[in-house]
């Protein structure tokens, strides 16, 4: 029920906060392969923080899709890409140096989902403005910034989270039913274990983020520690 909404989501401009294990790769993947078989002739873009990142977390789920709903998709290994047989194609691709952002450019984008959006550097604003934005002018698509809450609460995928001008959406593992058959165990009884390992309480911010999505100042999770007098913005 929380993953549905997002897949069925029209307004163009979109984010989704999730804890780890909440479903959101195959969320992405359905969403990915819904567009572009109904948008003949369009891009449908997955960018992950590197090309490596995007082929182990993504490319595996996207073709079992393909094949376990006998979408006919061609399997282009070399270029992380299927080809559908209206013409659209589904790539996968990273995005490491702010040199790279130009390798969006002039592509027909009906849908670009950016993973773990939390951990791209400050350039991400200009490959959203600069190439991204611009590229999604044929079909009027979506842009979707997928991840999960970062160690503070500040930075571009923070400050689109909060805009009124996106569509946001959110759930965490507690909404994925297929931890328990896949594990045997509750998400709940999960998280009590680690409680008990880690010595802590739910209130941890680490837990509050990696288990709730929510978002929570985390010291201990920086080089220099964050004092919000100093570090926040006015």
Known sequence: PKQLPFGLETRRFVTAVCTRRAGKTTAVAAKLLDVARKKAGCVALYIARSRVNAKRIFWAILKGMNEAYSLGGVISEGDL??????????????????????????????IVVLDEAQ???????????????????????????VGTPGAVPVGYFYDCCQSPEWAHHEWSAFDNPHILRKSGKTSEAMLEEELKRRGVTREDPTIQREWFGRWAIDTNALVFQYDATKNARP
């Open 119 to 145: 951990v791209f550097p400050s350039f991400i604003q200009r490959l959203v403005d600069s190439a991204l934005v611009p590229a999604l002018q044929d079909f009027q698509g979506q842009l979707m910034l």
């Open 81 to 110: 890409c299927i080809n559908l047989a209206n013409g659209s194609r589904i790539y996968l691709s990273g995005c490491v140096h702010e040199a790279e952002v130009d390798n969006f450019i002039g592509l027909p984008i009906a």
